[in-house]
């Protein structure tokens, strides 16, 4: 099979040759497809380019060490770096670029385009994940493609098509799976314990949320979860997030969402997801944003959460109703 290359693929790697400094960036709140995604590239860079200074910044997530480790945010020496984004389309969800002096900047991103101007912009909102587009870069041009770099983008490219159930599965996406797999020869099947693998009280958490999801009008479901829950069951609010495609063929429901206080950093969380009705437009009205069908929001008041639980219940009924008719 002869794979044709991007132009913009071209203008990347000519860009990521072009500076000795990059600074490589992603979300807060990384899920396995933004850190994959970031520590891949980064690696590659480096490989590729051992002169140059590559960091992956922002705050480490106990949960996937397995990735590897991030770099110090210690811009003091650097400036006119370039700034590379993944997996994010909004500045102020940029992790870890306080006070970086930085020349231009690069995003790779499969959500739609938000606020941020960059000077290379690779948006691909029919992508299954960063990690598909990030080793579509790395495999067409000379960037290194090794195991370990391998194993990360696998990680990421799964994770974020949720075992490549999501409608946002198409054939490139196998076709870059298997390129991936074909030409770093990773043993594939023992990465799926790194993402699926839990401990006991995961799975008790688990139960409580399956015990204790509110379901209205058999269109709609909600939990809201307190800190006073996540002591209880001894985990994160990374879990509660990471948890919700675990509720995705439920029949009862075509929108759900789980609400986490996170106290650490005075916000409420919302992670929201969807079988039929649009909802990132409702998570633009309340600090978030995402996919059509899979979106989150980070929240200042409950009385903002109870405006948007009333708005996706309504599209949830409307589209349940038009199901109907």
């Known amino acids: 099979?002869?794979?044709?290359?991007?132009?913009?693929?071209?203008?990347?790697?000519?860009?990521?040759?072009?500076?000795?400094?990059?600074?490589?960036?992603?979300?807060?709140?990384?899920?396995?497809?933004?850190?994959?995604?970031?520590?891949?590239?980064?690696?590659?860079?480096?490989?590729?380019f051992p002169g140059k200074k590559v960091l992956a910044v922002g705050i480490g997530v106990a949960k996937f060490k397995a990735y590897g480790t991030l770099d110090k945010q210690d811009y003091e020496?650097?400036?006119?770096?370039?700034?590379?984004?993944?997996?994010?389309?909004?500045?102020?969800?940029?992790?870890?670029?306080?006070?970086?002096?930085?020349?231009?900047i690069l995003r790779i991103d499969h959500h739609p385009t938000m606020d941020i101007q960059a000077n290379?912009?690779?948006?691909?909102?029919?992508?299954?994940?960063?990690?598909?587009?990030?080793?579509?870069?790395?495999?067409?041009?000379?960037?290194?493609?090794?195991?370990?770099?391998?194993?990360?983008?696998?990680?990421?490219?799964?994770?974020?098509?949720?075992?490549?159930?999501?409608?946002?599965?198409?054939?490139?996406?196998?076709?870059?799976?298997?390129?991936?797999?074909?030409?770093?020869?990773?043993?594939?099947?023992?990465?799926?314990?790194?993402?699926?693998?839990?401990?006991?009280?995961?799975?008790?958490?688990?139960?409580?949320?399956?015990?204790n999801l509110i379901v209205e009008d058999n269109a709609f479901a909600y939990i809201k979860i307190t800190e006073d829950v996540l002591k209880e069951y001894s985990v994160d609010t990374a879990t509660v997030t990471n948890m919700i495609n675990s509720f995705n063929f439920v029949e009862d429901y075509y929108v759900w969402c789980f609400i986490v206080n996170d106290k650490r950093n005075d916000i409420i969380k919302v992670s929201i997801r969807s079988r039929?009705?649009?909802?990132?437009?409702?998570?633009?009205k309340y600090n978030g944003g995402g996919h059509k069908l899979a979106s989150g929001c980070r929240i200042k008041e409950e009385e903002d959460v109870n405006k948007l639980l009333e708005e996706l219940k309504e599209a949830a009924i409307k589209y349940k109703e038009s199901k109907e008719a």
């Open 1 to 48: 099979m002869i794979y044709i290359t991007k132009p913009i693929i071209n203008q990347i790697y000519k860009k990521i040759k072009k500076y000795n400094t990059i600074v490589i960036a992603r979300h807060i709140s990384p899920d396995p497809d933004a850190i994959a995604s970031q520590i891949a590239l980064r690696d590659s860079i480096r490989e590729s």
């Open 77 to 104: 020496n650097i400036k006119d770096a370039l700034l590379i984004v993944l997996d994010v389309p909004n500045m102020a969800r940029v992790d870890g670029i306080d006070n970086l002096k930085y020349k231009e």
């Open 120 to 211: 290379i912009d690779w948006c691909d909102i029919d992508c299954s994940s960063t990690c598909q587009m990030v080793s579509e870069l790395i495999m067409d041009t000379k960037l290194v493609l090794n195991k370990k770099i391998a194993n990360n983008l696998f990680l990421g490219l799964v994770s974020d098509s949720d075992r490549f159930l999501l409608k946002n599965t198409t054939a490139h996406t196998f076709e870059i799976t298997a390129r991936l797999i074909r030409e770093s020869e990773i043993d594939f099947p023992s990465l799926y314990d790194i993402l699926y693998i839990r401990p006991l009280n995961e799975i008790k958490f688990m139960a409580y949320i399956i015990n």
């Open 276 to 284: 039929g009705p649009v909802i990132n437009e409702i998570a633009n």
